[in-house]
């Protein structure tokens, strides 16, 4: 009778893991990569990047991918491509006129190509149109890219290339009632991810990969850690793969978002692919059954403040809205919510009992005759 | 992941010698759709972290990284269980120390797979003349859902032949007749065909399950002909890379797979021109066979809505999923006009009327009694009702639970009930193959070795009771993982003995001295 126990009578879980959508942020800032150009240049990075969104695909027939550059000043879909500026993209190049031709030709090539692709019998199909369109359009973003466009800024847009991450994945994750074009792979209109069990997949089953070369991003910290709330809120995991530069935020991202951070050395990064491999292709099925990098190490939590966007050790908080400011305010209200805060002893040198003064002599002279036997002596003591 | 028709194919590829996975893992499109298919989640998070490891992987290294809760472990003894029997994976001694070693030629060939290298053409030679005729992708889905279901027609006609309007359409070829005899969903009797108790379990899978069903006795069958089982496993892998809507060029077939192009077509898996036999466009059924998208696309509007489906499909099958309605007076809608349909519920409901788009019906005693003396399950029963419920009934379960993210049941628990009940009445008895191990050793020895085999998940039932009670013997269900685990412990404890009489020998010596 043990048969007919209610404990049977759920639907038998289905143990086929539901698709998973990865989201890469790839920054292109030019400056960083010119910098790296010696140890990784960026189409080595692509190579394994590619590898890397063959094998996630290649786990699932439903798995989804999308590329964002977050380039100098803006921040774009690399893949998939936005239906208006793919089939002509010389529209949106009308401000250059000396390169409409080259993008011209560019854009044909590309057009051969992926008729091309269709004819390769050593690759398959999906992987191939992947790479093609990614390369493309990433060709399209360096060829558009302008000494006079640089000029303007040297830093990446990491939080607008969040935005659209977060974007993407409520678009591809809510259970669309959009008019669903499945059979126009370019189309931008995401197809939704299979359905499980007649609902739309749940966020949880996104995540983002960052993948960052340059530093400071203390000028963008507000709208990335708003990015990065919205990301905990819908439990997306935020992965960063730090291959130069060096941002305190990315790390506290990962680790506020439950994602892995990884910041290979120079050495390291011959093996990159296998830090892919590893450290970010299991998803969050496979996380629940194995440890993942990183965990349990130190993470720098400092913040950067609101009025010079410095990162600071120690600052000012004002007590209405947690506005983080780096040094007194100057009239005395806050730069944020407006507030008067009245800081009344504020600047007063504090009275401090004067410090004793030490035997100066002794004390110096044994540090200095310290240090200068020690010096010389560890100096000696390496190459033997 | 339906996982039926992986279990099915798992263990036909099981049992081929270890010469034939090599040849076929030299074809990227094979390795690529068994990764992709056979292996549980956690598997191919192992081979691709695998995949680029210039050493193998030290066991001790894997046991770190899995986290140490029970759920972990078990997943990943599975894990490690199937690639092995897929021979995928592999112990090896790296210096004195055991690692886990991808297989040379899977792992090169998934290398290839990933990265679109090498020149083995194995995604199939697309056509680059023009076709002369060419064909539509709604014309292949309407060939491919035609022929699959003349071939359900056929095993569910030899049920029932007295709902009519099903003798014209029941023309499949005398090889495919053959093939479901031998495969032992019909059988003859009278020069009558008659459906067998394979025959129903194969008519309630789903679609992509039924197919690979068919397609591995097809493979069974192959070997008698003649056929290179190898060639015949890798082009259908192959298929399963192909895109819908193209044509593929049948030049650089080897014969073996010359020959397949006929029999798959009578499947509806391929279309081929009766008259430009250079070419031949993969069909739905094809392109979704190493995927889990439905293999015969419902009609959007059945999915999404559920009062307007009657005009598009009042022709075809009613759709692949979603269509029935089971109340809990055990009442059953079917929204669906399609022959083939109403005759596989026909086989466990009492039909009551049948309208344009609608048929009613109603679970009974009899009708469950009678379906169980035909060799049907209630499982089985259960298990149709759930796969095809209506889009509603899942909404609904979902509802009524909530917030929490298990979904509650979707068919009514007082019918899935009364129906196990129904057939429990005239049956009480479950066999299941295997083997009964006895004669461990020690009460832990035992219980550790219930342990193993409870983590592979080949424990049938163990009779001892704890604490050293009952009888010392346990029923599993696959031997091989097992007797390994024995060989390991007998070496383990030789080794001990071995060092305790070293260190015995020690002993004496340091008297001596």
Known sequence: MNAVDGTDRSERKDDAPSPSLLTIILDTNPFAWSLLGTTLPLSKLLANLLVFINAHLAIGHANRVAVVASHTGRAEFLYPVPALSKPTSTTTTNGYSEENHDIDTDADEGEEDIIHTSDDANKYRPFAHVEKTLLHSLQDLISTTTAKSLANTTSTMIAGALTLALTHISKTTTPASLPSNTTDSNNFTPTPLEPTEGRGLGAANARILVVSVSGDLANQYIPIMNALFACQRLHIPVDILKLAGDTVFLQQAADLTGGVYIAPSDAQKGGLLQYLMMGFLPDAVARNILVSPGEGEGVDFRAACFCHLRVVDIGFVCSICLSIFCEPLQDEMCLTCGTQL??????????????????????????????????????????? | MSSTASLRALDYLEQLPTTTFNKLYTQPSTCLAIFRRML?????????????????FPTTSLDIWVKPDADSVSANDRALSILQRLRILSEVQDAGRPGWKLSEAFSHSLKQALTGGGNHRSFGVPCNTVDATPVT?????????????????????SAHTGLGGRNDTAAISPGTQRLLQNGGFVALRNRQAHITQSGFTFLLQEINAQIWTLLIVYLEESVGLGMEPVDVLSFLFTLGSLELGISYSTTNLTPTQARMLEDLSDFGIIYQNPV???RYYPTRLATTLTSDAPALPSDSSLTTVTTTTTAHNSSAAGGEKGYIILETNYRLYAYTSSPLLISILSLFTSLRSRYPNLVTAKLTKTSIQSAIQLGITSDQIISYLTTHAHPLMRAQSQAAQGSNSTSGPILPPTVVDQIRLWQLEGERMISTPGFLIKDVGSPEDFEKAVAYAEALGVLKKSFGQGDGKGRQWFFVTRMDQMSGYFKAQAGRRKEERERRERELGGGGVKREG
């Not at chain 1, 504020?346 to 002599?361: A, F």
């Not at chain 2, 549980?40 to 193998?56: E, G, I």
């Open chain 2, 276 to 278: 430009d036999t250079t």
């Open chain 2, 40 to 56: 549980p989640h956690l598997a191919k998070t192992l081979v691709l972290s695998l995949l680029y490891m210039p050493s193998p």
């Open chain 2, 137 to 157: 992708i709604s014309y292949l889905d309407t060939f491919a859902r035609n022929q699959w279901e003349a071939i359900l027609y056929y095993v569910v006609g």
């Open chain 1, 342 to 384: 009245k800081m009344a002893n504020y600047g007063i040198e504090p009275v401090v009992v004067p410090r004793r003064k030490k035997k100066r002599r002794k004390l110096g002279g044994t540090i200095d005759a310290d240090r200068g036997e020690e010096t010389p002596g560890s100096a000696v003591g390496t190459p033997g």
